[in-house]
């Protein structure tokens, strides 16, 4: 893969639990980042990523954006080849109003990055950080297929399943304004759940919550049967190295290493640390998971549509086009606790 260092690039989020693997990855390159975040005197967003750049070859530049401020990426975007927009909200607790927190941040923030990309005359490709909620919405969805990029979530809404209706709308819109036009091109890339070390102490990331949940003994009583397809963070961040400057890149990208439960990420974990943590050992009946749902926070149509549908992806075009190679989710899921134990986010 051959990179241009003679031209800056651009990450937005870049603060973010994947971005700060990507912009660690573009220093290591030597190249020039040009980095948004919302608010670039908050140490504790940025702190992690001023070190980097003093370790690495690259140069980072900061630079503040939001995502809901018409043309406030215009500014760090000059000059920059590529853009890699990484910003979105990633939340799927305690959201009251998915219009407002989640679809109209990811719609809108899209958009407003791409119009940059248009009036920026640098700019020859985006690379934008989809998800495989944009594939698919509800496990039920795959009706026991293995889902591959052809594949688009049609059954998530505002109200049912926002996150995923965030991801899927931004990125039809992303791939309308790429199409109204010549100059840039678009790749995206859909990772699974994203797990692995975290470079960032201060991320928000759904991510970084559900190993945390699992280790500190608050599903010790059991799990839901629930299917995931997950990858290593620094997998992604590759990912998204790979589609900003492979020449015959192009589409999108399922990035999933593995499909794993609930019960198999307490397993992985079990079977290295022993008795360390309070871990699940058994799956809850979908019956039991269906009556208690909803004083936990989740809905009877999700626990309907997920608990207990198998979940399978094709991985073939990142494998083939991109040359990635996956870590196995062991690693993943034990480097991550590890790196959880070595900052004291979690005791063992
Ligand atoms: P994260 O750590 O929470 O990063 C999200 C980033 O988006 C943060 O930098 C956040 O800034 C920024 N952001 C949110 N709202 C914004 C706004 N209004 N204006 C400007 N920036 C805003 O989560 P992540 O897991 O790294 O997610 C990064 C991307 O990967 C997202 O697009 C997410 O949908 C996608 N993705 C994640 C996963 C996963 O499992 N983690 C899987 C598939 C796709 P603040 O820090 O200021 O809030």
Known sequence: MQIDTNHPVLVTGA?????????????????TVHVTVRDPANDAKVAHLKALDEQLPGTLKLFAADLLTEGSFAAAMEGCRVVFHTASPFVVRGISDGEKDLIEPAVRGTRNVLGSADATPSVHRV???SSVVAIYGDNADARGRRLTEEDWNTTSTANHQPYPCSKTRAEHAAWEMAR???????VVVNPGLVLGPSLSQSSNSESLAILGDL????????????????????DVAEAHLRAGFLPQAEGRHILVSET????????????????RFKLPRNTVPKPLVWLVGPFQGISRRFVARNVGHPLAFDNRKSRESLGLVY???????????????DDGVVRG
């Open 180 to 186: 109204a036009q010549s100059r840039w091109d678009l």
């Open 260 to 275: 794993v439960s609930m019960l198999d990420l307490a397993n992985i974990i079990r079977a290295e640390h022993g008795g």
């Open 215 to 234: 280790v500190k003994g608050k599903l010790r009583t059991g799990v839901p049967k629930l299917d995931m397809g997950v990858v290593d963070v620094r």
């Open 127 to 129: 690379v934008l950080t």
């Open 327 to 341: 870590r196995p989710a062991q690693q993943t899921v034990l480097e991550h606790l590890q790196q959880m134990l």
């Open 15 to 31: 603060n973010g639990y994947v971005a700060s693997w990507l912009v660690q990855r573009l220093l290591e390159e030597g190249l």
